[in-house]
């Protein structure tokens, strides 16, 4: 099975651009994170969604940062304007309900993430 | 309280020694403690998780302490191997599916 998908891999642009980037979860997943990764901050989690509905948006820094998941095998982040500061690695990762498997927690599969330069 | 404080922030071992990373946390309600291995240019991936109702679990060469009381856990490398030199991210979760992550330690292992 294809694990977490993300595109692009690496994006560079130019500050006040709009950037999106991609995510397409492991089939059948049911949570969906969005994590951004700096050395400074480490891992952040930036919002997550459970079957296509936003649960937690608290670690979104700004207005500028939205995400969307319009169908259980789409989501997308998007940054408008872009600054330089939100240069970054940007990870998706995607997981099961617990309660389904009977496990009290499942792992989180995570994409190997977008490079995110602003210049 | 929702942080979870992990240190040392590098690490370098020998091949064949013992790596030891250690996490702490203040929030009592958190009943889930993963580690997370990442390897350059990849995402995260789970390694070993333990549950606060056992003091010890172990997965081949790797080891997870826990310390109820003292609010503590550790990651235990025995053996460690070039392999194995990666970041490591402890985390806790109170029964949701938002995980709290460390700040990552870097381990690298000479061979």
């Known amino acids: 099975d294809a694990g977490v998908i993300q595109s692009p891999r690496h994006e560079v642009t130019e500050m006040g651009q709009e950037v999106t980037l991609r995510c397409k979860p492991i089939?059948?997943?049911?949570?969906l994170f969005w994590y951004r990764q700096t050395m400074m901050r480490g891992l952040e989690l930036l919002i997550y969604f459970n079957n296509n509905v936003p649960i937690d948006d608290s670690g979104m820094p700004e207005d500028r940062f939205s995400a969307k998941m319009p169908n259980a095998s789409f989501s997308t982040l998007k940054i408008q304007p872009s600054e330089p500061r939100d240069s970054a690695v940007y990870f998706c990762?995607?997981?099961?309900?617990?309660?389904?498997?009977?496990?009290?927690?499942?792992?989180?599969?995570f994409g190997d993430g977008t490079r995110l330069s602003i210049l | 309280q929702q942080q979870v404080k992990q240190s040392p922030q590098s690490l370098i071992v020998q091949k064949g020694g013992i790596s030891i990373i250690n996490c702490a946390y203040e929030n009592t309600a958190f009943d889930y403690f993963p580690w997370y291995q990442q390897f350059p240019g990849k995402g995260p991936a789970l390694l070993i998780a333990i549950r606060p109702d056992v003091s010890e679990k172990k997965e081949g060469r790797f080891t997870i302490s826990f310390n109820k009381s003292a609010k503590q856990f550790s990651l235990h490398i025995m053996d460690s191997q070039p392999g194995d030199s990666a970041t490591y991210f402890c985390a806790a979760s109170n029964n949701t599916d938002k995980l709290i992550f460390g700040t990552g330690t870097r381990l690298q292992v000479f061979p």
């Open positions: 990762a995607s997981s099961l309900i617990p309660l389904v498997t009977g496990a009290t927690h499942q792992p989180q599969h």
């Open positions: 089939s059948g997943h049911d949570y």
